[in-house]
């Protein structure tokens, strides 16, 4: 096999996992919003947190919630 058949199909490969990777993200925020579970992200280092109804904030609105483990 030449090594750009190689290429090829390694791109094809990582192209299909980004793109199963990508869907269960997606699903995993859906999730997490009708839950009422922030989905957290991390923008040039600074964490950001959206809130289920949608609204963007830097504050953790998790820090106050006691662990289901305490």
């Given at each position: 096999m030449r090594q750009?058949?190689?290429n090829l199909e390694t791109y094809k490969?990582?192209?299909?996992?980004?793109q199963?990777?990508?869907?269960?993200?997606?699903k995993a925020q859906e999730e997490n919003?009708?839950?009422?579970i922030?989905?957290?992200?991390?923008?040039?280092?600074h964490l950001y947190y959206?809130?289920?109804n949608g609204e963007l904030t830097?504050?953790?609105p998790m820090k106050n919630v006691e662990s289901a483990d305490a």
């Open positions: 750009d058949e190689l490969w990582a192209h299909e996992m980004l199963i990777a990508n869907r269960a993200a997606k919003r009708k839950k009422g922030p989905n957290v992200y991390d923008i040039n280092g959206e809130l289920p830097k504050e953790d």
